[in-house]
């Protein structure tokens, strides 16, 4: 801080009159600047390149201190490393120690777009979004250059209904958040429901296959979500028959469950009968629509376990438990997507809401006062 | 679901099992005028039939009924079983074969009706510190009578005179018909007669005459006698069993010191006071003072459904159309059903109520 001298007068002379005398030596070394008026910082290319090449040094120094092999440490690897060394009690994950390369860590950033006499590279540049607008010029020349085929195809008399189509089942457009990340530069609502609406014009054209490719870098592949499911495997105990464990959670009970083939349709839940553990039909409905929906009700017997929780949290734990064990009787992948589409593999994320401090509840709030 | 064409308990064999039998509307109203399950008698008026479906239990203690010898004290019979088994059902159909049998019935359909939510409590007449219930007793001698109306009006005999109060009284060898009627009219020393009426049975009941008649004391819920009840006297204090003079009378009943009968009763959780709802046998029901009282004893366990049973069960259902639901008449249906009664009468039956 600089260092302020105040002259201090005796109070008797202190007053509004004689404010002017009082004198104020202030010697700082520090201009007062407004960092928020310089936007956002800047990376230049040879900034990231040099960063590129210490993350290249700095991981290699890292597998050597880990005792693996340099050549084939992943990120994966780098990830475990760095959270074994830098162990961090934060819950948010973005807070927490990252190593990763400067490419995912700085934003992306636009080269330099004018050359040394200020005259801007791209021809679309004053429109202020020139990548944006140079993708729908693209799009649109694209419409009539395949309008003009057509038009070629019909007086050749080829009927258009021969052409291929492109297949989009399995893939959906990108999101707004994701065209700009491609483009680098903000595009608003507006914008982005015209580029939908152009690639829709795009599609409809009976001759489309032939911009397949260009249409595919802006669709994104939507993977099978069962395939990602994890089943629990098939054991046989000593009596010869065939058994499978699972878990399950809903809010704060917890159950696990043994599943026997060849049974008889009982269930025994902490030791007693089903009836007697859960005397209301609505828990016992919940505990059966899975063995129901798959058509196995009579094949099983269920040994279950379960604490915590409220008689309706306990009866959602054991049906989340009895359709994981499930998965390893049910035959084919389409049957577990069946079942995983009825919502019977999901957890039910609800928690009990926390109580906020100036209110009552969670959501109540102590009584309002007009006045 | 084969309807049994054997409207006789006394024919009623092991196949049997599974099978309903019907009881006639005639024989019904005079043999329980009160003592069916309430769900039971409401299925009666809808179905406009009385079906019993024959279950193991039940055959049983009819077969050992069938082999005592009735020379000897009288035995005692508990059925036991899980909530909603089918315990009064079998008690039920084990009275009725009584009653075709003509033997004497005394029925009470359930004892925890007379040790709590008693509107007039009157201290007795006769002992100053009993506690009488004039509303059950003159209710239960009024079904007692319906019951077992052509033994009360010719044979039986009282054996000495009772002295009511000041002026009424019952002389000796008056038919016991008469001190019922007595006791019908006369509210306040209802209870009194409930308690010489028992007395009469205990000692006449068996004997060597040819009008000698066989007792069935039959108790539902005797688990009440030996238990706490909801009764409090006028200073607040609780009521313990014994103060009451019925129960005190009935307990009496209970001894096996009398012979030329039998004693079936049953527990009962449903109906009982301050007891936990997995409750179920003898020991945990009874408590030790009522265990001790009753041994020995013959147990009878009730159990769920069988198979065979539900099977029959459902059918049955169907057969009277009370299954209106289309799927419940499916396979799956089916299946539905028993997981989620798991193969309990009385929830089968809550179930299909509301299909």
Known sequence: MGAGLNTCLPASVKGSRVKYLLLQICVSSRVQVNKAARGPEKFSIEYIRKHAEEFEVGKRRLANMMGEDPETFTQQDVDRSIEYLFPSGLFEKKARPVMKHPELIFPKQTAAQWDKDGRPFHFLFYTGTPSFYSIMHDTFGKVLAIEKHQDQMRSKGALPQDSKQISLGGSRW???????????????????????????????????????????????????????????????????????????????????????????????????????????????????????????????????????????????????????????????????????????????????????????????????KKR | MVPSKETESMFHTEQQVGQYYTIPSAQLKKAFPNGLPRRFQMQIKTFNEACVMVRQPGLELISYLKRADYAKPALR????????????????????????????????????????????????????????????????????????????????????????TKRESTEEGRPLGEMVDHGMSRVKSSSDVVGALLRELRLQAGGATEDAFRLAVAVDGVNALWGKTSLKKEDKSPVSPDDLTLIHNLKKMLRNDWCGGAILTTLSQTGSLFKPRSAYLPTELLGEEGFDNMDPFVPIPVSNYSDKEFESCYLYYMDRNWLQHPHSRTEEGRKELLFLSSRNPSILERLCSFL
């Open chain 2, 77 to 164: 019979y508990i059925l036991f079983g899980e909530v909603g088994c089918g315990k009064t059902m079998s008690l039920c159909h084990t009275l009725h074969f009584c009653s075709t049998q003509g033997w004497l019935v005394l029925h009470v359909p359930d004892a925890h009706l007379w040790v709590k939510n008693c509107k007039e409590l009157l201290p007795s007449s006769s002992r100053p510190t009993r506690l009488d219930q004039p509303i059950e007793a003159s209710q239960w001698l009024k079904n007692f009578k319906i019951t077992n109306e052509h033994f009360l009006s010719k044979q039986i005999k009282t054996t000495r005179r009772y002295i009511w």
């Open chain 1, 174 to 368: 990108l999101l707004k958040e994701e065209l700009e990340e491609v483009l680098v530069e903000n595009i608003s609502d507006q914008d982005y429901s015209r580029f939908l609406q152009l690639m829709d014009k795009l599609l409809s054209l009976p001759f489309c296959a032939l911009e397949e490719e260009f249409v595919q870098r802006f669709r994104k592949q939507l993977e099978i979500q069962s395939t990602k499911q994890e089943i629990p495997d098939v054991h046989c105990d000593e009596n010869g028959r065939s058994y499978s464990q699972a878990q399950g959670r809903r809010k704060t009970a917890t159950a696990s469950v043994t599943l026997r083939d060849c049974g008889s349709g009982r269930v025994a839940v902490n030791g007693k009968d089903c009836l007697l553990y859960f005397p209301i039909l609505q828990d016992r409905e919940q505990i059966m629509f899975p063995l129901h929906f798959a058509g196995m009700l009579g094949r099983f017997d269920v040994q279950a376990h379960v604490e915590g929780g409220g008689r309706s949290a306990q009866a959602g734990a054991l049906r989340l438990a009895i359709a994981r064990a499930l998965l390893s009787f049910v035959s084919t992948p389409a049957e577990v997507e069946t079942i995983r589409q009825a919502g019977l593999l999901t957890a039910d994320p609800r928690i009990k809401e926390r109580q906020k401090p100036g209110q009552a509840g969670a959501r109540k709030k102590y009584t309002w």
